[in-house]
T-cell receptor
Framework: AQSVTQPDIHITVSEGASLELRCNYS??????LFWYVQSPGQGLQLLLK??????LVQGIKGFEAEFKRSQSSFNLRKPSVHWSDAAEYFC?????????????FGKGTSLLVTP | KAGVTQTPRYLIKTRGQQVTLSCSPI?????VSWYQQTPGQGLQFLFE???????NKGNFPGRFSGRQFSNSRSEMNVSTLELGDSALYLC??????????????FGEGSWLTVV
């Protein structure tokens, strides 16, 4: 069965510092991988996605992620964090089942940005 | 292009009642899926509808049901509400076409509180 693990429940970084959020997945085939961000009281906003091709993908708000098949990882990075990046971040893998399609989410990583 | 629209945004119901939530997908998207988000269980897939047919279903009791109309709009219904049904219910849509169809976009969610 597909699964997604986000090892870090909470991460605190200083504004301007670099950020890396970890994501490991378990999936039999080439996965569809996503990162979403959720601000308090809001829905999920898509940051970036990986389907195939270049393993380094660029997203919105200056985020990027690298797919590493050998490590079953899809870590999210940002070179310089802004206070507005404080939010909950979710990694997800898309999986097909019969005629349907669904996302399996990790438990999320809560990002706190300090001045 | 308008995003995924969910109504109502907030609602309070009493145990034993039923509730219906509505979702309008992004224009042109034919797949609508529903997710439940709670602090304890995280984001969990409920079901997916495509062309008015349920294509995929998560591990939820039969009290949770849904449907999709010919204009791709969807509703989900929860009958005999329990306190544990208090959650953020997220609707999502995707085009399901061969290129970008695996990308899922979320609405702002409907906050359900059961008292």
């Amino acid at each position: 069965a597909q699964s997604v693990t986000q090892p870090d429940i909470h991460i605190t970084v200083s504004e301007g510092a670099s950020l890396e959020l970890r994501c490991n997945y378990s999936y039999g085939a080439t996965p569809y991988l996503f990162w979403y961000v959720q601000s308090p009281g809001q829905g999920l906003q898509l940051l970036l996605k990986y389907f195939s091709g270049d393993t380094l993908v660029q997203g919105i708000k200056g985020f990027e992620a690298e797919f590493k098949r050998s490590q079953s990882s899809f870590n999210l990075r940002k070179p310089s964090v802004h206070w507005s990046d404080a939010a909950e971040y979710f990694c997800a893998v898309g999986a097909r089942s019969n005629s349907g399609y669904a996302l399996n989410f990790g438990k999320g990583t809560s990002l706190l940005v300090t001045p | 292009k308008a995003g995924v629209t969910q109504t109502p945004r907030y609602l309070i119901k009493t145990r034993g009642q039923q509730v219906t939530l509505s979702c309008s997908p992004i224009s042109g998207h034919r797949s609508v899926s529903w997710y439940q988000q709670t602090p304890g269980q995280g984001l969990q897939f409920l079901f997916e509808y495509f062309s008015e047919t349920q294509r995929n279903k998560g591990n939820f009791p039969g009290r949770f049901s849904g449907r999709q109309f010919s204009n791709s709009r969807s509703e989900m219904n929860v009958s005999t509400l329990e306190l544990g049904d208090s959650a953020l219910y997220l609707c999502a849509s995707s085009s399901r076409d061969s290129r970008s169809g695996n990308t899922i976009y979320f609405g702002e969610g409907s906050w359900l509180t059961v008292v």
